[in-house]
């Protein structure tokens, strides 16, 4: 049986934003026993959704490091197997430790695209030239050649690749982003806000080619030396970025023998289908849906650290709404809830487009109710507008007012 008093002892594997938040409620909602969290990565957990305002110099690393609360950080000690019925964690280095409840927090890897030329001649590591953006190791890595960089490649224009190539941009590189999809961040974007931005984005130094997928990564003796793409065109370059979205980390779940399908299943109560180990963030999948944001792994660390504490032994996650967001460098957008009206005839639409700021709001009402909206380039108003949606109540007046009172003065 587990301890639940003061010898109560809880392992979170995992150095990201999940755990990091898990620790610091847990810690701070009085907890019995002692929080240790297992980092495989050689630092403090930090914020990845600032990775690409490192890259640009606008924060230092150390800035965006994130509170632990009086939690135990162990870091680079990478988890390698649990054992859910002895209760043990087994470490890269050897050691084995006892846990009496364990959290997994192991994140996710980002996904690599199957093109040609991604990898070394002998298989080992990236070729010389292409980065992902997923961790401070690789930040700094593309900093350092992104000085002497004449031209680069972002692969994949969603929210990841967007504040990449911006980021690069910021730094003087010419930059251009190979996107598959009719137009950029086009699960959170519709079709007119995908054009602001593409403008917004060329701009401050952004290329785009949309509608078009890369199908192989040139080399020459030393380093990268363009991106082929599927309709034959080359873009000559010596800098290349995957963005191409991420993949659970379940491995370690799946050796255990626990639940997993795309990521670790979860229930409610965020259990993983053993008793006392608990998933949480980018590696849980929660009734058929793995998020990979932020907002909602937090709100699961808030529920799991209200379960586990004994502050609220009964609560319950039951799924996140949150806002998809993008602010790097001047360029900010949001939007939440239906943002297609295509897929339902009974929805309306509002839309405000300011081309001189290049700005563009649009609201999706059913009835007198705000069920979507998105901003971009200007996002006074945007608590507002969640406050309604989050509501569901009906709007008071014309909803045009949601739209106007949230324009610039």
Same mark, same amino acid.
């Given at each position: 049986?587990?301890?639940?008093?003061?010898? /109560? *002892?809880?392992? =979170?594997? !995992? &150095? %990201?934003?999940?755990?990091?938040?898990? $620790?610091?409620?847990?810690? @701070? +909602? #009085?907890?019995?026993?002692?929080?240790?969290?297992?980092?495989?990565?050689?630092?403090?957990?930090?914020?990845?959704?600032?990775?690409?305002?490192?890259?640009?110099?606008?924060?230092?690393?150390?800035?965006?490091?994130?509170?632990?609360?009086?939690?135990?950080?162990?870091?680079?000690?990478?988890?390698?197997?649990?054992?859910?019925?002895?209760?043990?964690?087994?470490?890269?280095?050897?050691?084995?430790?006892?846990?009496?409840?364990?959290?997994?927090?192991?994140?996710?890897?980002?996904?690599?695209?199957?093109?040609?030329?991604?990898?070394?001649?002998?298989?080992?590591?990236?070729?010389?030239?292409?980065?992902?953006?997923?961790?401070?190791?690789?930040?700094?890595?593309?900093?350092?050649?992104?000085?002497?960089? /004449? *031209?680069?490649? =972002?692969? !994949? &224009? %969603?929210?990841?690749?967007?504040?990449? $190539?911006?980021?690069?941009? @910021? +730094? #003087?590189?010419?930059?251009?982003?190979?996107?598959?999809?009719?137009?950029?961040?086009?699960?959170?974007?519709?079709?007119?806000?995908?054009?602001?931005?593409?403008?917004?984005?060329?701009?401050?130094?952004?290329?785009?080619?949309?509608?078009?997928?890369?199908?192989?990564?040139?080399?020459?003796?030393?380093?990268?030396?363009?991106?082929?793409?599927?309709?034959?065109?080359?873009?000559?370059?010596?800098?290349?970025?995957?963005?191409?979205?991420?993949?659970?980390?379940?491995?370690?779940?799946?050796?255990?023998?626990?639940?997993?399908?795309?990521?670790?299943?979860?229930?409610?109560?965020?259990?993983?289908?053993?008793?006392?180990?608990?998933?949480?963030?980018?590696?849980?999948?929660?009734?058929?849906?793995?998020?990979?944001?932020?907002?909602?792994?937090?709100?699961?660390?808030?529920?799991?650290?209200?379960?586990?504490?004994?502050?609220?032994? #009964?609560?319950?996650?039951?799924?996140?709404?949150?806002?998809?967001?993008?602010?790097?460098?001047?360029?900010?957008?949001?939007?939440?809830?239906?943002?297609?009206?295509?897929?339902?005839?009974?929805?309306?639409?509002?839309?405000?487009?300011?081309?001189?700021?290049?700005?563009?709001?649009?609201?999706?009402?059913?009835?007198?109710?705000?069920?979507?909206?998105?901003?971009?380039?200007?996002?006074?108003?945007?608590?507002?507008?969640?406050?309604?949606?989050?509501?569901?109540?009906?709007?008071?007046?014309?909803?045009?007012?949601?739209?106007?009172?949230?324009?610039?003065?």
């Amino acid at each position: 049986m587990a301890d639940t008093g003061a010898d /109560r *002892r809880i392992a =979170v594997v !995992g &150095g %990201g934003m999940a755990a990091a938040r898990f $620790a610091e409620r847990y810690t @701070a +909602l #009085g907890g019995p026993g002692t929080v240790t969290v297992y980092a495989a990565e050689a630092r403090t957990p930090y914020s990845r959704v600032l990775l690409a305002e490192v890259l640009a110099g606008r924060y230092d690393p150390e800035a965006i490091a994130l509170p632990l609360g009086t939690a135990r950080l162990r870091t680079g000690c990478e988890a390698v197997a649990v054992d859910p019925a002895a209760r043990t964690l087994a470490l890269a280095d050897g050691a084995v430790e006892p846990w009496d409840d364990l959290v997994l927090a192991t994140g996710a890897n980002p996904v690599l695209p199957p093109i040609g030329g991604l990898r070394r001649p002998d298989g080992r590591g990236l070729a010389e030239g292409v980065h992902t953006l997923r961790s401070l190791d690789d930040c700094a890595r593309l900093a350092e050649q992104a000085v002497t960089a /004449r *031209r680069a490649v =972002v692969i !994949g &224009g %969603g929210v990841l690749g967007v504040s990449a $190539a911006r980021a690069l941009a @910021a +730094l #003087g590189v010419r930059t251009e982003i190979v996107h598959q999809a009719p137009h950029l961040i086009e699960r959170q974007l519709d079709a007119e806000a995908g054009a602001v931005l593409r403008e917004r984005l060329s701009a401050l130094g952004v290329g785009t080619y949309c509608r078009n997928r890369a199908r192989a990564v040139a080399t020459g003796p030393d380093r990268v030396t363009g991106v082929r793409l599927a309709n034959g065109h080359l873009l000559d370059c010596d800098l290349v970025v995957l963005a191409c979205g991420t993949r659970p980390r379940t491995a370690l779940a799946h050796a255990a023998g626990l639940p997993v399908a795309t990521g670790v299943l979860v229930d409610d109560r965020l259990a993983a289908g053993a008793p006392h180990v608990s998933a949480i963030g980018d590696c849980a999948e929660h009734r058929g849906t793995v998020h990979g944001l932020a907002v909602p792994a937090w709100d699961q660390a808030d529920v799991l650290a209200l379960r586990l504490s004994g502050a609220d032994p #009964g609560a319950r996650y039951t799924g996140s709404r949150p806002p998809s967001r993008l602010s790097v460098g001047g360029l900010e957008y949001a939007a939440f809830g239906a943002v297609d009206e295509t897929l339902d005839e009974g929805l309306d639409v509002l839309r405000l487009t300011d081309a001189t700021r290049g700005s563009y709001k649009k609201l999706v009402l059913r009835g007198d109710r705000l069920v979507g909206a998105i901003l971009l380039g200007d996002l006074a108003g945007l608590d507002a507008l969640t406050d309604a949606w989050e509501r569901d109540d009906p709007l008071t007046g014309h909803p045009l007012h949601l739209l106007t009172a949230a324009a610039p003065s």
